[in-house]
């Protein structure tokens, strides 16, 4: 009897999504059918459905996911770490593939830079062609050969995974690999959202002495004050001239000087300008969080040479912040209890729960496929 999995896709922008059901093929060579547990809802999901970033449909949506094998394809018997794969084994799967083959996977080893025919789960994967189901918000998922697939360490279950599942390795690329945080360094993230929440764990967890989390609303701000996220926290919606914000945020670093590095997670660019100003001289800057081109800012180039400042991009990430990112989160979750920040809504709510992402009523929405009988 063939398999059957039900998938929300997007058909048309601007239009609500679709519960459709498909059948499931069977995993062809190095190839692997995974039940999804749980699969998250980000702020790109909100951009892909509004038409705002250039993709084909239809597409099952799911850039991040995490579940438990249901089938292997011949030749697929270990995770990228060696370990045996079995039927039930917990997994993570990192979202795109890269190419291999262009000058950036190859000679500049960046893979998420990767010019070649990249392929991105529930983005660039149309619902039309073989295997279809390549999205996260399914009950299942075809995972191609090349998917850099992590088996879970012991004692992290899929729901430990999924409440940072983009904005971890989003997090790692920017704040550890693009940006060098020293041990006793003072960090400002400006931005409370998830990729923001994710930084400032990562800057905690390299040493940091002071991590100063500048977002709002005031309710994310103390979810994360709760959860021992940020040492400092300060609500940019509070009524202030952007001159008096900068520096009220300045006053909370050392000698009112500047962070040591600043990381953008807020994806407003008009962030950048003020965060190029929080830097200390001699310091960092790192852009993370402006994923979806929302248009141009002013700002003054001064700062950059009067401070020396060394400013950095981070664009999404690659098979290795992911591995890192399941490797640490024995390590993480010692610190951080996470598993309140999720809002969990069955397979055939996703309509409602991008609702509720888009209108900032939850800190991270995420489905439960195969939930419902
Ligand atoms: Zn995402
Ligand atoms: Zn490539």
Not at 225 to 241: A, C, K, P, R, T
Not at 342 to 358: C, F, G, R
Request: charge should be negative.
């Amino acid at each position: 009897m063939t398999v059957q999995s039900r998938a929300v896709v997007l058909s048309e922008f601007d239009e609500p999504f679709e519960l459709t059901t498909f059948d499931v093929p069977e995993p062809g060579e190095n190839a692997a059918v995974v039940s999804v547990d749980y699969a998250g809802i980000c702020g790109t999901d909100v951009h892909l459905q509004a038409g705002r970033l250039p993709i084909n449909t239809p597409v099952v949506l799911g850039h991040e996911a995490v579940g438990n094998i249901a089938a292997l394809g011949p030749g697929l018997t270990h995770d990228v770490l060696g370990e045996p794969l079995s039927i039930g084994d917990a997994v993570a799967w990192q979202n795109s593939v890269a190419c291999g083959r262009c000058r950036y996977c190859l000679i500049e080893q960046q893979p998420s830079l990767c010019t070649g025919s990249r392929r991105i789960y529930g983005i660039n994967q149309p619902a039309d062609t073989f295997p279809r189901i390549s999205g996260g918000w399914a009950d299942q998922m075809y995972l191609q050969p090349g998917t850099t697939l992590v088996k879970l360490p012991e004692g992290v279950s899929p729901r430990d995974v999924i409440p940072l599942g983009c904005a971890g390795p989003t997090a790692i690329h920017g704040a550890l690999y693009e940006t060098k945080i020293a041990f006793g360094d003072t960090v400002i993230v400006q931005g409370s959202g998830p990729v923001g929440v994710a930084s400032a764990i990562y800057a905690q967890m390299s040493g940091a002495a002071k991590v100063i989390i500048v977002g709002g609303p005031a309710s994310r701000l103390e979810m994360a004050s709760g959860l021992g996220i940020g040492h400092e926290h300060f609500n940019v919606m509070d009524d202030m001239s952007t001159e008096d914000r900068i520096a009220a945020v300045k006053a909370l670093t050392s000698g009112g000087e500047g962070a040591d590095v600043v990381i953008e997670c807020a994806g407003i660019p008009s962030a950048v300008a003020e965060g190029i100003e929080m830097v200390r001289p001699g310091g960092q800057y790192c852009v993370v969080g402006q994923y979806t081109n929302h248009g141009e800012t002013p700002i003054n180039p001064h700062f950059i040479t009067k401070k020396q400042l060394t400013i950095q991009g981070s664009w999404g990430f690659a098979p290795h912040h992911f591995i890192r990112y399941i490797q640490t989160l024995p390590r993480l979750l010692e610190q951080f209890d996470l598993g309140s920040i999720i809002s969990e809504y069955p397979l055939d709510e996703a309509n409602q729960a991008v609702a509720d992402v888009k209108a900032g009523r939850v800190m991270k929405a995420v489905l439960r496929p195969g939930a419902v009988a």
